[in-house]
């Protein structure tokens, strides 16, 4: 989608490894998500953040971590802890306020060598 | 906790025959829906958002309706076209989180 941008497309973890995904907006946009999709299952709401500095648990966050240190930029890590990471992950960006519309990244997909 | 279910779970058409895709949901308490359209290993598009306060909205081809009392939205395609061959998926926003379908997965036939 037009304004921002995932990386890599495609992602592998070795067994015991953290691995980052960046997630980058050009729009001054305040809000941005991360969302897990898994094969024939709709998107499951990770983490967002709707200012810099600022995050809250979505509903599955655990073994996953984020940081907004930077209102362009929205990185997710994959920890060891999460057990199952291997799907589709995408970003999206929003105007504030929980009436606005989201917009989505390409995706990066993580499997596990 | 919001459930949303769109059926049918898969749809194939001639071109040119019109689609109409379902989607219910558990909690009418939304600000608006949004239908998205996702290609294969592609992300997600964003196709119409419906306030909470409208009955309806239209892009092109696309009109989608909401009814949210009864918790439901229809999206309806006219006219189909081969290029529409996607998975459209229906997301109700409650606060700031979207909640989603597995999506109905469209094949038009030329």
């Known amino acids: 989608d037009g304004g921002i941008t995932q990386s890599p497309k495609y992602l592998f973890r070795k067994e015991g490894q953290n691995v980052t995904l960046s997630c980058e907006q050009n729009l001054n946009h305040d809000a941005m998500y991360w969302y897990r999709q898994d094969p024939g299952q709709g998107l499951r709401l990770i983490y967002y953040?709707?200012?810099?500095?600022?995050?809250q648990k979505g509903d599955i966050a655990e073994g996953y971590s984020v940081s907004r240190e930077k209102k362009e930029s929205f990185p997710l890590t994959v920890t060891s802890a999460q057990k199952n990471p291997t799907a589709f992950y995408l970003c999206?960006?929003?105007?504030?306020?929980?009436?606005?519309?989201?917009?989505f990244g390409d995706g990066t997909r993580l499997s596990i060598l | 906790k919001q459930e949303v279910t769109q059926i049918p779970a898969a749809l194939s058409v001639p071109e040119g025959e019109n689609l109409v895709l379902n989607c219910s949901f558990t909690?009418?308490?939304?600000?608006?829906l949004q239908w998205f359209r996702q290609d294969p290993g592609k992300g997600l598009t964003s196709l119409l958002l419906i306030q909470s306060s409208q009955r309806e909205q239209t892009s092109g081809r696309l009109n989608a309706s909401l009814d949210k009392s009864s918790g439901r939205s229809t999206l309806y395609i006219a006219a189909s076209q081969p290029g529409d061959s996607a998975t459209y998926l229906c997301a109700p926003a409650n606060d700031y989180k979207l909640s989603f379908g597995a999506g109905t997965t469209v094949t038009v036939r030329a």
């Open positions: 909690d009418s308490a939304i600000y608006n």
């Open positions: 999206a960006r929003s105007l504030q306020g929980a009436q606005q519309p989201q917009h």
């Open positions: 953040s709707q200012i810099v500095n600022d995050f």
